[in-house]
């Protein structure tokens, strides 16, 4: 596939300013530079994150109305349930909030949505549970914030909440006790891209320091945090870099049992990485979610004992290998599909539905297809009585715009610039499938549609020392907005030895 060669301008002036300040490579301050880094203090926060760097938890909005309804739960014995989403950041946070909670109090339970029966976030079946149970105070972690009508509902039955999210808040805010979201408008926090977890964490910051409890009471949660910072694709930067920073050197010395049983399973090599647990980990927590029910992704989090923390990791490894096997079969399908439609080459999306393809695999496929056929790209199957499918997009296209043209053929949709998730009537696939190519062709220009390869920096080979690895080594953790430095040499020739290797290379 042709690929769009994109080399990143170098800011001279500060780069000989940075590297005057820092005595280092100057191709490596230039980089440092592109990220934001320009002098000695952002440098040192850089390369030697701390957790005193953190920002105090109180600067959030709403942290003291959290803080104070769940001091007045427990001192008053109420049943608190901690309820989150079914993905990575959903059961992080959940596992890490119900052992802290757990800690503290004794009426406590946690809840996932099923993916299938209720759908993501906030759930009518999941709020009648908790009244059932007698809970009257529910904690929702990475999501909550899209759900006033539920909210309201929940508390016409007497049950409050308190919201910690990191979606983007509607015009219409819930009702709850408290909300935490350094997304809302009027919130002060100064760093805004925390994920569900990170959130999660920051309460049970405040809940330590107001209850004059040790630092580790919320620190030992620090390797769930991570994983979520990973999965959740949110920019490696500032706070969210100091967290996953640390969480990684959790993982690496003194990972939780459930984590460490999980490692063992997957062969995974230490020490990891960010990328390895986006690869290692997160597929496998996803995967349970995905195929089955993601509550024993939580049960493994908060397992202490080797022996049960093994047969879950069992439990969602195998889930992982069935997702992989639907995943390829139905990637083959699909590009099956595509080859035999003679007007593929020339559309700008691809909208497929099979009515048989398993619902927790059609975003992962549809990432598979953006791999050959480099445009926006749907995949549907059947739901019930309808059809329902996961969109994803291609660097710089927003894609949940181009769904919302075309909402007048959806029951129901949800997403962001790049993913995005509808429902809508078997007899309206092929409006809704002609709508969106017609939005798309007029919306994306040509160049997005050819991938694009960022690269920092051109070097020679001269350049690659053993000093300037370790310097490179020491960027990490790498993620959004801090990735793996690319380089670019010229005038390069092959000495005649370069082979491929079979299929994989």
């Known amino acids: 596939m042709q690929k769009r060669w994109n080399i990143l301008p170098q800011n001279e002036d500060a780069t000989r300013s940075l590297q005057?300040?820092?005595?280092?490579?100057?191709?490596?301050?230039?980089?440092?530079?592109?990220?934001?880094?320009?002098?000695?203090?952002?440098?040192?926060?850089?390369?030697?994150?701390?957790?005193?760097?953190?920002?105090?938890?109180?600067?959030?909005?709403?942290?003291?109305?959290?803080?104070?309804?769940?001091?007045?739960?427990?001192?008053?014995?109420?049943?608190?349930m901690v309820y989150g989403d079914y993905d990575v950041d959903g059961t992080t946070s959940v596992a890490s909030m119900f052992q802290f909670i757990q800690s503290l109090h004794d009426s406590v339970e946690f809840y996932i949505p099923h993916r299938y029966k209720e759908g993501y976030g906030v759930s009518k079946i999941g709020i009648d549970y908790a009244k059932e149970q007698g809970h009257t105070l529910i904690i929702?972690?990475?999501?909550?914030?899209?759900?006033?009508?539920?909210?309201?509902?929940?508390?016409?039955?007497?049950?409050?909440?308190?919201?910690?999210?990191?979606?983007?808040?509607?015009?219409?805010?819930?009702?709850?006790?408290?909300?935490?979201?350094?997304?809302?408008?009027?919130?002060?926090?100064?760093?805004?891209?925390?994920?569900?977890?990170?959130?999660?964490f920051k309460l049970m910051t405040a809940l330590s320091e107001k209850l004059g409890l040790p630092d580790d009471q919320y620190l030992q949660y620090l390797d769930l945090v991570s994983i979520a910072i990973a999965a959740d694709i949110v920019p490696v930067t500032g706070e969210n870099?100091?967290?996953?920073?640390?969480?990684?050197?959790?993982?690496?010395?003194?990972?939780?049992?459930?984590?460490?049983?999980?490692?063992?399973?997957?062969?995974?090599?230490?020490?990891?990485?960010?990328?390895?647990?986006?690869?290692?980990?997160?597929?496998r927590v996803n995967a349970a979610g995905r195929m089955d029910d993601a509550k024993k992704a939580v049960q493994l989090f908060i397992e202490k004992e080797i022996t049960s923390a093994t047969a879950l990791a069992q439990l969602l490894h195998s889930d992982n290998s069935d997702r992989r096997e639907a995943d390829a079969s139905i990637t083959i399908d699909a590009m099956e599909m595509l080859k035999a439609d003679p007007l593929n080459e020339q559309k700008k999306t691809t909208v497929l539905y099979n009515e048989n393809w398993h619902k927790g695999v059609v975003g992962i496929v549809a990432s598979r297809l953006i791999e050959t056929y480099y445009r926006p790209t749907i995949i549907l199957t059947r739901s019930g009585d309808y059809a329902a499918g996961s969109a994803r997009s291609v660097a710089g296209f927003n894609?949940?715009?181009?769904?919302?043209?075309?909402r007048q053929y959806l029951l129901g949709y949800g997403g962001h610039f790049a993913a995005a998730g509808m429902t809508l009537a078997i007899d309206q696939i092929e409006n809704f499938k002609r709508a969106f190519e017609v939005v798309v062709t007029k919306s994306i220009t040509p160049e997005l549609l050819i991938p694009e390869i960022i690269i920092n920096a051109e070097i020679q080979f001269s350049d690659i020392t053993d000093k300037f690895y370790n310097i490179i080594k020491q960027m990490e953790p790498f993620g959004p907005d801090n990735m793996k430095p690319v380089f670019i040499a010229r005038n390069v020739k092959d000495a005649g030895y370069t082979k491929v290797v079979k299929d994989l290379h």
């Open 20 to 80: 005057a300040a820092i005595k280092i490579n100057s191709t490596i301050c230039s980089i440092l530079v592109q990220r934001g880094i320009t002098n000695f203090e952002s440098a040192k926060a850089f390369f030697r994150p701390e957790l005193s760097h953190l920002h105090s938890p109180w600067l959030m909005k709403d942290m003291d109305k959290a803080v104070e309804r769940i001091i007045k739960a427990i001192n008053q014995k109420e049943k608190i």
């Open 140 to 200: 929702s972690l990475d999501c909550g914030i899209k759900s006033a009508d539920l909210i309201a509902y929940a508390s016409t039955l007497g049950i409050d909440f308190i919201v910690c999210d990191h979606h983007l808040p509607d015009e219409i805010i819930p009702k709850a006790a408290a909300i935490l979201n350094p997304k809302q408008r009027d919130c002060p926090y100064p760093y805004k891209e925390l994920c569900g977890c990170g959130v999660g």
């Open 241 to 283: 870099r100091t967290l996953a920073y640390w969480g990684l050197q959790k993982v690496n010395s003194n990972p939780s049992t459930g984590i460490k049983a999980l490692m063992e399973l997957a062969n995974a090599k230490t020490p990891m990485s960010l990328t390895n647990l986006v690869f290692v980990i997160a597929p």
């Open 399 to 406: 894609l949940y715009e181009a769904v919302h043209a075309c």
